[in-house]
């Protein structure tokens, strides 16, 4: 019964972190111009645990709108990676701002209107699926 468990256990896992369920790693070049928005806030990115992610996280104001902006940045691949605002690297409180595009390239996500960045400093690379952090940027 053991032995079986841990099979269920085993094959369980090995099909949540089938290639289908993994990020793109086509690198990206957003269309956003830097020189046209007001930069409100910015931070580097850093690896949680065994992943890697690097880069830039910035957050625009940009005609009335706010973005974040990822740039120069690389992540570790898994299964359901999403890119938060949060109140704390452990994802107690957060925005979702989607799906993350791709683990290279510059990047941006729209930040929802009403959104009190004051709230949030961090913002988070997070597997959904797992509960886990991938990186995080503190903005500042």
Same mark, same amino acid.
């Given at each position: 019964?053991?032995?079986?468990?841990?099979?269920?256990?085993?094959?369980?896992?090995?099909?949540?972190?089938?290639?289908?369920?993994?990020?793109? #790693?086509?690198?990206?070049?957003?269309?956003?111009?830097?020189?046209?928005?007001?930069?409100?806030?910015?931070?580097?990115?850093?690896?949680?645990?065994?992943? &890697?992610?690097? $880069?830039?996280?910035?957050?625009?104001?940009?005609? $009335?709108?706010?973005?974040?902006?990822?740039?120069?940045?690389?992540?570790?691949? $898994?299964?359901? /990676?999403?890119?938060? /605002?949060?109140? #704390?690297?452990?994802?107690?409180?957060?925005? &979702? /701002? $989607?799906?993350?595009?791709?683990? &290279?390239?510059?990047?941006?996500?729209?930040?929802?209107?009403?959104?009190?960045? &004051?709230?949030?400093?961090?913002?988070?690379?997070?597997?959904?699926?797992?509960?886990?952090?991938?990186?995080?940027?503190?903005?500042?």
């Amino acid at each position: 019964m053991i032995r079986l468990t841990i099979f269920l256990a085993l094959l369980f896992f090995t099909l949540a972190c089938e290639s289908e369920d993994a990020t793109p #790693t086509t690198t990206l070049n957003d269309d956003f111009d830097e020189s046209d928005a007001t930069l409100l806030r910015e931070g580097k990115w850093m690896g949680s645990g065994t992943y &890697n992610v690097s $880069g830039e996280a910035k957050i625009y104001e940009q005609n $009335g709108k706010l973005v974040l902006l990822l740039t120069n940045f690389s992540s570790s691949n $898994g299964p359901d /990676l999403k890119v938060y /605002l949060s109140t #704390t690297t452990g994802a107690a409180a957060f925005v &979702n /701002l $989607g799906e993350l595009k791709s683990t &290279n390239g510059k990047q941006t996500y729209t930040i929802p209107v009403g959104t009190d960045l &004051n709230q949030f400093k961090f913002a988070l690379i997070w597997c959904q699926q797992f509960s886990a952090l991938f990186g995080k940027a503190e903005t500042q």
